[in-house]
């Protein structure tokens, strides 16, 4: 299922930011959903990620505390709420959809079937 992730922009330190995702087109499944982020050079890094119903959540270790996901399947959308943001949160933000229900939510890219284009964050110092 194609995925449009919005929101990005540039912020300063401490500031907030929410990104927001939802299929491009029609969709009526509700997935597992994910966020992960690449900054220049390194590695797509897990940061969220919400079960289908929205009743699990699970952070990355670098977000826990500032972040949170959330989900409105009414909109049939996932929201990363981004909070005292720092100059190392700055990446291309994607959202992702796990073909599964995992009873455990999964944190790596490889678990995740279908991506969105990326949103850019920029955390000025």
């Known amino acids: 299922v194609p995925l449009q992730a919005s929101g990005g922009g540039l912020v300063q330190a401490g500031g907030s930011l929410r990104l927001s995702c939802a299929p491009s087109?029609?969709?009526?499944?509700?997935?597992?959903m994910g966020w992960f982020r690449q900054a220049p050079g390194e590695e797509r890094e897990f940061v969220a990620a919400?079960?289908?119903?929205?009743?699990?959540?699970v952070y990355g270790d670098s977000v826990k505390g500032r972040f949170t996901i959330s989900r409105d399947n009414a909109k049939n959308t996932v929201y990363l709420q981004m909070n005292s943001l720092k100059p190392e949160d700055t990446a291309v933000y994607y959202c992702?959809?796990?073909?599964?229900?995992?009873?455990?939510?999964?944190?790596?890219?490889?678990?995740?079937?279908?991506w969105g284009q990326g949103t850019q964050v920029t955390v000025s110092s």
């Open positions: 992702a959809a796990d073909n599964d229900y995992p009873v455990v939510l999964r944190t790596t890219i490889y678990d995740y079937d279908y």
């Open positions: 087109g029609r969709s009526s499944r509700t997935y597992t």
């Open positions: 919400i079960s289908w119903s929205g009743g699990s959540t």
